[in-house]
């Protein structure tokens, strides 16, 4: 987001995109994004899940938006394609 108006309101905490996994808070997706991807050519991710925020059985990944401060109708735009879980022994 190249707007000052924008870069103001997610030092806020306000249009992020986070991370939650088994309803605990892991991460703000907006802070590994410098800049704004195109759609022809998305920005990769790769996050670290603790082993913490596991357990045996069924997981739950949520990605939940905050909305702007001054209008709770607005979101960040947020495009999520090809999202992959790569599991390391």
Wanted: aromatic share 4%; hydrophobic share 35%.
């Amino acid at each position: 987001m190249q707007d000052g108006r924008y870069r103001k309101d997610l030092a806020a905490g306000h249009l992020r995109t986070e991370l939650w996994i088994n309803g605990r808070r892991l991460d703000d997706l907006n802070r590994h994004v410098a800049l704004r991807a195109h759609p022809d050519n998305p920005q990769r991710l790769r996050i670290a899940v603790p082993n913490a925020f596991l357990k045996a059985g069924d997981n739950t990944l949520e990605l939940r938006q905050r909305p702007d401060r001054n209008d709770p109708q607005q979101f960040d735009d947020c495009e999520i394609s090809r999202l992959g879980l790569e599991v390391e022994p």
